[in-house]
């Protein structure tokens, strides 16, 4: 049973820095991708930032050049480096991973709270 667990959110002035962690317990049959969504109040859930098995990435077009996605597989651990954040960056930020095992699996954390103050 795989499991993910964020950590790393929490208040942060506008242009600072945060960065969230997503580790993983439990094995993939066939990963297809891991990555981050978040959702502010009275918003839906958005997509901000993917990564493959290959280490491909995709971010969001309100991100890119501010946050950063990585994995290391050692310590079976996500990343999102959050830079020069903006108050329209504060939601909660779920990871997640999709596997493929007769069927596509979603799995998620139980979301980390962000917030950006002005």
């Known amino acids: 049973q795989v499991q993910l667990m964020e950590s790393g959110g929490g208040l942060v002035q506008a242009g600072g820095s945060l960065r969230l962690s997503c580790a993983v317990s439990g094995r993939f049959l066939e990963l297809i991708d891991m990555g981050w969504r978040r959702q502010a109040p009275g918003k839906e859930r958005e997509a901000v930032a993917l990564?493959?098995?290959?280490?491909?990435?995709n971010y969001t077009d309100s991100v890119k050049g501010r946050f950063t996605i990585w994995r290391d597989s050692a310590s079976n651990t996500m990343y999102l480096q959050m830079n020069s954040v903006k108050p329209e960056d504060t939601a909660v930020y779920y990871c997640?991973?999709?596997?493929?095992?007769?069927?596509?699996?979603?799995?998620w954390g139980q979301g980390t709270q962000v917030t950006v103050s002005a």
């Open positions: 997640y991973a999709r596997d493929y095992a007769l069927r596509i699996n979603t799995y």
């Open positions: 990564i493959t098995p290959d280490d491909t990435s």
